[in-house]
């Protein structure tokens, strides 16, 4: 079990920049694959962008790619996700999570912290 706490959201203007951070505690965080998920008022929890427990690899949905990049520490146990180029359809609440493959899709592989909020202002 890797338990998370995010952090990091707030609320930018369109065109704006954050970076999310994600505190994780637990043996096996350096040998699970991390993600980040966000779910928008509405709307169904989705992927956004995963790394490799080395994180040599990383993989991010066609909405976010090229705009974020997702990084990790494992030393110090910690998973970033740095946004650029927001837009309102970013807003959501972004959760942190070790990630595995669910019906050809990612999903959570533990349960779910908190979230942090991201508000994109147009």
């Known amino acids: 079990q890797v338990q998370v706490v995010e952090s990091g959201g707030g609320l930018v203007q369109a065109g704006g920049s954050l970076r999310l951070s994600c505190a994780a505690s637990g043996r096996t965080f350096s040998n699970t694959r991390m993600g980040w998920f966000r779910q928008a008022p509405g709307k169904e929890r989705e992927f956004g962008a995963v790394?490799?427990?080395?994180?040599?690899?990383?993989y991010y949905t066609d909405s976010v790619k090229d705009r974020f990049t997702i990084a990790r520490d494992n030393a110090k146990k910690t998973v970033t996700l740095q946004m650029n180029y927001l837009k309102p359809e970013d807003t959501a609440v972004y959760y942190c999570?070790?990630?595995?493959?669910?019906?050809?899709?990612?999903?959570?592989?533990?349960?779910w912290g908190q979230g942090t909020q991201v508000t994109v202002s147009s």
């Open positions: 999570n070790g990630a595995k493959i669910v019906d050809r899709s990612w999903s959570g592989l533990d349960s």
């Open positions: 790394i490799s427990d080395s994180g040599a690899f990383a």
